[in-house]
């Protein structure tokens, strides 16, 4: 399935009337985090395709919208029409997916920072619904979609871009065929964006990538 997967910087060319010509036939949108909701409702309105996310560290409580311009605002805690996977399963045409948000705990800011005891007790939750994927389908997982990287795979060594070690046990006992992150601002065209572990392509989306995503084997 072709998705755009995009994450942490509002892109001119996809906030424009031209993002189709751009992007071309897609099945499917995905947000790996850090993205303002009405950037993620204008990707998913103009292409009109099923669109998921997860939140990432720097995601606010609440964002205020105007209602069709008007002086009236709404409070919006998600992006409008957008399926939130965070510590949740989807399937979606031919893919099984699953969701982890937010970053490594830093500071005392009240949401989507995780010690990685809190992530792997989050990765516990979600195992029983890994388990019936295995039953049904005979794979637990085919895409990991989270904000943050692995730890030691893309990461950085400041204590805000640390990875989880969490995911790390998540891609071996899952086997997940890719994890895609966002979190690691890309500023070098000579930065590692494709790993492989184990089974698990890891791929750092930053800003968007466009990409052929297939089920596991």
């Not at 500071?107 to 388990?131: C, G, H, K, V, W």
């Amino acid at each position: 399935m072709r998705a755009l997967v995009i994450s942490d910087k509002v892109e001119p060319i996809l906030y424009s009337a031209g993002i189709n010509r751009h992007v071309g036939q897609l099945d499917l949108v995905i947000s790996c985090g850090d993205l303002p909701h009405y950037y993620v409702e204008y990707v998913m309105t103009m292409t009109g395709r099923p669109t998921y996310f997860v939140h990432g560290n720097h995601a606010r409580e609440v964002e205020y919208h105007s209602r069709g311009g008007s002086d009236e605002w709404r409070a919006v805690s998600e992006p409008m029409g957008a399926i939130n996977l965070h510590a949740r399963t989807a399937r979606e045409g031919s893919l099984l997916l699953a969701g982890l948000e937010g970053s490594i705990r830093y500071n005392n800011a009240p949401s989507y920072q995780y010690t990685d005891s809190e992530m792997m007790f989050t990765i516990l939750r979600l195992a029983p619904r890994l388990m019936l994927n295995r039953l049904r389908y005979g794979r637990y997982l085919d895409v990991l979609v989270a904000h943050s990287p692995p730890w030691g795979i893309h990461d950085q060594p400041d204590r805000p871009h640390q990875g989880f070690k969490s995911f790390l046990t998540f891609m071996r006992w899952f086997r997940p065929r890719y994890l895609l992150h966002g979190h690691i601002h890309l500023y070098r065209r000579d930065v590692v964006t494709q790993t492989r572990y184990y089974e698990t392509e890891v791929i750092n989306v930053y800003p968007y990538r466009i990409l052929e995503l297939e089920p596991a084997p």
